[in-house]
Nanobody, 121 residues
Framework: QVQLVESGGGLAQAGGSLRLSCAAS????????MAWFRQAAGKEREFVAA????????YYLDSVKGRFTISRDNAKNTVYLEMNSLKPEDTAVYCC??????????????WGQGTQVTVSS
């Protein structure tokens, strides 16, 4: 089992920044690829970013490329999502996920509860 706990969400103005963190416990963190997903009210959950076990490979949703950066610190069992130039359409609940495979789909094995990000215009 892997337990995931997100933090860092909140309210930001358009053009502002937030940094999300996801702390993992349970199994060996470096053995899992990690990802961030988001779900806006009334919409399907969508992939935002993913990072390989070592951090060498990353993938991003097209609409966040150049604005968001996913990173990880295997010594701290934590994955981050740095979000810059935020837009109102980034408003959603953001969840982190873990799996032994690096995926861009919803098929991650472990999920956190999520943290709310609200961007005002």
């Amino acid at each position: 089992q892997v337990q995931l706990v997100e933090s860092g969400g909140g309210l930001a103005q358009a053009g502002g920044s937030l940094r999300l963190s996801c702390a993992a416990s349970g199994r060996t963190f470096s053995g899992y690829a990690m990802a961030w997903f988001r779900q806006a009210a009334g919409k399907e959950r969508e992939f935002v970013a993913a990072i390989s076990r070592s951090g060498a490979i990353t993938y991003y949703l097209d609409s966040v490329k150049g604005r968001f950066t996913i990173s990880r610190d295997n010594a701290k069992n934590t994955v981050y999502l740095e979000m810059n130039s935020l837009k109102p359409e980034d408003t959603a609940v953001y969840c982190c996920a873990a799996d032994q495979l690096l995926l861009t789909s919803n098929e991650y094995e472990y999920w956190g509860q999520g943290t709310q990000v609200t961007v005002s215009s």
